[in-house]
């Protein structure tokens, strides 16, 4: 249970590893663990619930940032001609979650943290507030593959992403769910989690529907590597 979330992720590490290559997965699928694990922590403060899922939501945060670490150093070092740096104490929305600096991605991270923790310390006793702040993190974490699945539809291909993955996100996903619906687990967490089943589903649907196609900007740079 502990380490069955960040599984899915040491095949799509070792793939952008390997490739040398981070445009066939989508950084936002990172951006929605972090904030969705954040938010988990702190629901435990006003709700105890399992320990193995309070260290499974820590041990996420950490696999995050190792991947987002990976994904900055690749592209930094893809970038031959590369334009100016973007940090995140520009706050140019515009260059969201597309900083050039892992600090940035961190500093973010601590902000959200720390504004978040202020928020529960101050609320801790409202029930309303807690139930809501699980509900967001379990509805977040749901939304887990979206980014991952615009992503797939706007290249028309699912080139470089780990369908291995995505095929670990699904069985999880399902016995996750499963595991919720025989335990009687409050709504929110068996509702989100049928969510997740349909979106890792739609994903697969993906990998056959765009069979054979490669990314527009990825057949050029990779076709050595084939």
Not at 53 to 80: D, E, T, W, Y
Not at 124 to 134: H, K, N, P, W
Not at 196 to 214: A, F, H, R, W
Request: glycine share 6%.
């Amino acid at each position: 249970m502990i380490f069955g979330g960040v599984a899915p992720f040491i095949p799509q590490y070792r793939e952008i590893k390997k490739r040398m290559n981070a445009e066939g997965f989508s950084l936002y699928v990172c951006l929605v663990l972090l904030i969705a694990n954040t938010l988990r922590i702190l629901f435990w403060f006003g709700k105890r619930y399992e320990l193995p899922l309070l260290a499974q939501s820590m041990i996420m945060n950490v696999m995050m940032l190792l991947m987002i670490h990976l994904c900055v150093r690749v592209k930094n070092r893809g970038q031959i001609i590369r334009g100016p740096d973007r940090v995140f104490t520009d706050f140019d929305w515009k260059y969201f979650w597309a900083w050039t600096d892992f600090q940035s991605y961190v500093d973010f991270l601590l902000i959200v943290s720390l504004v978040m923790s202020l928020l529960t310390f101050l609320l801790l006793d409202s029930v309303i507030y807690i139930e809501i702040l699980g509900f967001l993190a379990l509805f977040i974490e749901a939304m887990l593959a979206v980014p991952q699945l615009i992503r797939n539809f706007k290249q028309k291909s699912t080139e470089g992403m780990s369908i291995l993955m995505v095929l670990m996100w699904t069985v999880g996903d399902l016995f996750k769910t499963t595991y919720f619906v025989l335990r009687e687990a409050p709504a929110q967490f068996w509702l989100c989690g049928g969510l997740q089943v349909l979106i890792d589903l739609t994903i697969l649907g993906q990998v056959q529907l765009y069979k054979g196609n490669s990314a527009p900007h990825l057949s050029r740079q990779s076709s050595h590597h084939h």
